[in-house]
């Protein structure tokens, strides 16, 4: 890998963004190597969290204007080739929404643009007190991209949505978390130990009850009441088999930690 890190320590796997000197901002290159990562960890059963981040002290300045990926003038949105490269874009979204296992985004310094929505799209955030938050598009003469217009009105309503859109405004992750962007904002020599102690919480958690849960939540949005009970009766059948529910009701009656393995 060129321009990501991937570091894997028993059940989790960091994969830091690495190009500091652009503050992480998304070239071709890169965009390639997450969507090979996010696809090669899927169906990996020894994986049981997926922790996004960025080197440097930013998260992700969002797509590199400077050329070679989707948000060169050259390439994007003229032609043929602009498309490609914007559903290459849409590819690497999918990988990361469809991973089974719970993603957390760790934010410090800056998630703009593309690099927002990356951070939108993992299943948790927890942001530095120095961490901020654009939807910078309007203010590049461009539209929401890397999901933004799906995540966003879900996360923060409509209206809200609208007016981070439009107005492309810098918002500090103490703004961000009273929108529900982020899940928890913490000191900035705080924030390892953090997502350390919650990667490790979820990895001692049922992989596969917490995968049928976060699929459900993910459909919910689209969905009905009727098609939402339906998923919650088929996923819970699946669970009365699993060992795993053994394990929980051995530990409950016997007072015990279960440890859960995920069969």
Same mark, same amino acid.
């Given at each position: 890998?060129?321009?990501?890190?991937?570091?894997?320590?028993?059940?989790?796997?960091?994969?830091?963004?690495?190009?500091?000197?652009?503050?992480?901002?998304?070239?071709?290159?890169?965009?390639?190597?997450?969507?090979?990562?996010?696809?090669?960890?899927?169906?990996?059963?020894?994986?049981?969290?997926?922790?996004?981040?960025?080197?440097?002290?930013?998260?992700?300045?969002?797509?590199?204007?400077?050329?070679?990926?989707?948000?060169?003038?050259?390439?994007?949105?003229?032609?043929?080739?602009?498309?490609?490269?914007?559903?290459?874009?849409?590819?690497?979204?999918?990988?990361?929404?469809?991973?089974?296992?719970?993603?957390?985004?760790?934010?410090?310094?800056?998630? /703009? +643009?593309?690099?927002?929505? $990356?951070?939108?799209?993992?299943? #948790?955030?927890? %942001?530095? =007190?120095? @961490?901020? *938050?654009?939807?910078?598009?309007?203010?590049?003469?461009?539209?929401?991209? /890397? +999901?933004?217009?799906?995540? $966003?009105?879900?996360?923060?309503? #409509?209206?809200? %949505?609208? =007016?981070? @859109?439009? *107005?492309?405004?810098?918002?500090?992750?103490?703004?961000?978390?009273?929108?529900?962007?982020?899940?928890?904002?913490?000191?900035?020599?705080?924030?390892?130990?953090?997502?350390? =102690?919650? @990667?490790?919480?979820?990895?001692?958690?049922?992989?596969?009850?917490?995968?049928?849960?976060?699929?459900?939540?993910?459909?919910?949005?689209?969905?009905?009441?009727?098609?939402?009970?339906?998923?919650? @009766?088929?996923?819970?059948?699946?669970?009365?088999?699993?060992?795993?529910?053994?394990?929980?009701?051995?530990?409950?009656?016997?007072?015990?930690?279960?440890?859960?393995?995920?069969?």
């Amino acid at each position: 890998m060129e321009t990501i890190e991937v570091e894997r320590a028993g059940a989790i796997v960091t994969i830091t963004l690495n190009r500091p000197e652009k503050k992480n901002a998304l070239n071709q290159r890169m965009w390639d190597e997450l969507r090979e990562t996010f696809r090669s960890l899927a169906p990996d059963a020894a994986v049981r969290v997926v922790v996004l981040t960025g080197a440097g002290g930013a998260f992700c300045s969002g797509a590199d204007l400077s050329g070679g990926g989707p948000a060169n003038p050259e390439s994007s949105g003229r032609g043929p080739s602009g498309l490609a490269s914007m559903r290459d874009v849409g590819d690497v979204v999918m990988a990361l929404h469809n991973l089974p296992q719970p993603t957390i985004a760790k934010v410090t310094g800056v998630a /703009a +643009g593309a690099g927002c929505n $990356l951070a939108l799209g993992c299943d #948790l955030i927890v %942001a530095s =007190e120095s @961490a901020r *938050f654009s939807q910078i598009f309007a203010k590049r003469g461009l539209s929401l991209d /890397a +999901g933004g217009s799906w995540l $966003l009105p879900r996360l923060v309503g #409509l209206h809200k %949505a609208k =007016e981070l @859109a439009f *107005f492309a405004d810098v918002i500090s992750a103490q703004e961000a978390e009273k929108l529900g962007i982020v899940n928890h904002v913490v000191a900035d020599d705080e924030i390892d130990k953090f997502v350390d =102690e919650w @990667a490790d919480r979820l990895c001692n958690l049922p992989p596969l009850a917490l995968s049928m849960t976060k699929t459900m939540l993910n459909n919910s949005i689209g969905g009905s009441l009727h098609e939402s009970l339906e998923d919650e @009766a088929r996923c819970q059948t699946v669970n009365f088999k699993t060992e795993d529910m053994t394990e929980a009701m051995m530990a409950f009656v016997n007072k015990t930690t279960p440890t859960f393995k995920g069969r």
